[in-house]
């Protein structure tokens, strides 16, 4: 009973793994874009209110 059955089980969990750390890059990558996006909208406002003054 030791074979083929170990064999799949151990290259799904490895799929699994890769798929959990490709989804894990993928969040961090959208959180970095939207921090940078926040970042931009809060020295374009900084920028506007100096105007304004």
């Known amino acids: 009973m030791y074979?083929?059955?170990t064999i799949?089980?151990?290259q799904y969990l490895?799929?699994?793994g890769e798929a959990e750390?490709?989804?894990?890059?993928h969040y961090?990558?959208?959180a970095r874009r939207s921090s940078r996006r926040a970042e931009r909208a809060?020295?374009?406002?900084r920028l506007v209110l100096a105007?304004?003054?």
């Open 14 to 16: 490895e799929r699994v």
């Open 42 to 45: 809060a020295l374009q406002a």
């Open 8 to 10: 799949a089980r151990s």
């Open 51 to 53: 105007r304004s003054l």
């Open 3 to 5: 074979g083929n059955e």
């Open 28 to 30: 961090l990558a959208l």
């Open 21 to 25: 750390q490709l989804r894990r890059g």
